[in-house]
């Protein structure tokens, strides 16, 4: 079923979501799940620029939508603007890619507009810090989580799970931080405020795999 316009305006406001007043949307807009995503993007981008090296163009506007679930809404929502461009670069699951297929399938957006980290990372499951090496995005989880862990995590504390963030999600059903829950932003934040000393640990494989994905997605304006 293709979504029709003149169904776009109750969605839009139960959503609470003004198209022309947000600072998210712009005539290119890039669609992904969170903030944690923006933060990765932006961060990375600027330090392979930095480089000489390609970064995502600033034609983009990253516009999070806070999940994955309200991925095409915001499709069909922004689809619907005139002059508006959009694509989008998000996580994939098993139980997700029946919806991400039906972004193209159903005409919110066009296939190769369609983007998954597992594109570039070689799995068939992904989130964005699936494109990092595990050993650094245990860098990032231990230091901004050293006074809540238990102890330091390790590549061999995880289970062998397709995505990083389900396996230390599993390990710490059973050794439980000090307090509070796991969340996945507070790794990018961290990263984001330590770009500068964290992008040179990074290795050529991670930044290849991000500068693949900025090279696919600026082909797209």
Avoid: C
């Avoid at 998000?90 to 597992?118: C, G, H, P, W």
């Avoid at 990372?121 to 809540?148: H, Q, R």
């Avoid at 397709?162 to 230390?168: D, G, M, N």
């Amino acid at each position: 079923m293709t979504i029709r316009p003149q169904t776009l305006f109750p969605l839009q406001g139960a959503l609470g979501y003004d198209l022309s007043q947000t600072l998210f949307v712009g005539p290119n807009s890039l669609i992904v799940e969170g903030v944690s995503d923006l933060l990765y993007l932006q961060s990375i981008s600027a330090a392979l620029e930095a480089l000489d090296r390609g970064g995502l163009s600033d034609l983009w506007t990253i516009t999070p939508v806070g999940g994955s679930d309200k991925v095409p809404t915001f499709a069909a929502l922004l689809g619907s603007q005139k002059n508006l461009k959009i694509a989008t670069l998000i996580d994939i699951q098993q139980k997700d890619r029946q919806s991400i297929e039906n972004l193209y399938k159903k005409k919110l957006m066009e296939q190769k507009n369609v983007l998954t980290f597992a594109d570039f990372t070689g799995k068939k499951e992904a989130d964005i810090e699936d494109m990092f090496d595990i050993e650094f995005y245990l860098k990032l989880v231990n230091a901004e989580y050293k006074t809540g862990l238990q102890k330091p995590l390790t590549v061999s504390d995880l289970l062998k799970r397709e995505r990083v963030l389900s396996s230390i999600e599993a390990h710490l059903k059973d050794v439980p931080l000090k307090a509070g829950k796991f969340n996945h932003y507070r790794p990018a934040r961290y990263f984001a405020d330590h770009t500068q000393a964290l992008f040179k640990t990074l290795s050529p494989e991670v930044l290849d795999r991000f500068e693949q994905a900025f090279k696919k997605l600026n082909e797209i304006l």
